[in-house]
């Protein structure tokens, strides 16, 4: 019974120290490095090429949600204001259209 005693001691003792050290810094050891390896969309407008290039980390069950989420929400912000600009120059070619003179109906000599 002692022995167990001891032995859960010694485990418990090595747990706490292993948490202890790995909280702290240690002089000359750079960042925890990720291992993800996606590549998300380059900043500024995304284009065919930037969408081609898209490489997503794969998961359990498919690819990290949180990749894929944050690349769609941004496609989806490009393509929300890539319509509004459309319209927006559609609506402007339509009214300059309109107030133009319609030259054949012109009497021209």
């Given at each position: 019974?002692?022995i167990?005693?001891?032995?859960?001691?010694?485990?418990?003792?090595?747990a706490?120290?292993?948490?202890?050290?790995?909280r702290q810094e240690v002089?000359?050891v750079?960042?925890a490095?990720?291992?993800?390896?996606?590549?998300?969309?380059p900043s500024?407008?995304?284009?065919?090429?930037?969408?081609?290039?898209?490489r997503?980390?794969p998961?359990?069950?498919?690819y990290?949600m949180?990749?894929v989420d944050?690349v769609l929400?941004r496609l989806?912000d490009?393509?929300g204001?890539?319509?509004?600009e459309?319209?927006?120059?559609?609506?402007?070619?339509?009214g300059?259209?309109?107030?133009r003179p319609?030259?054949?109906?012109?009497?021209?000599?």
């Amino acid at each position: 019974m002692i022995i167990l005693g001891v032995v859960c001691a010694v485990i418990a003792l090595g747990a706490v120290l292993a948490w202890a050290v790995t909280r702290q810094e240690v002089p000359g050891v750079g960042p925890a490095v990720g291992t993800q390896s996606a590549r998300g969309l380059p900043s500024g407008p995304v284009g065919p090429d930037a969408v081609r290039a898209l490489r997503f980390d794969p998961a359990v069950r498919g690819y990290r949600m949180e990749q894929v989420d944050e690349v769609l929400a941004r496609l989806s912000d490009e393509l929300g204001e890539r319509d509004a600009e459309i319209t927006r120059l559609r609506d402007g070619t339509a009214g300059g259209a309109e107030e133009r003179p319609d030259l054949t109906a012109e009497g021209r000599p």
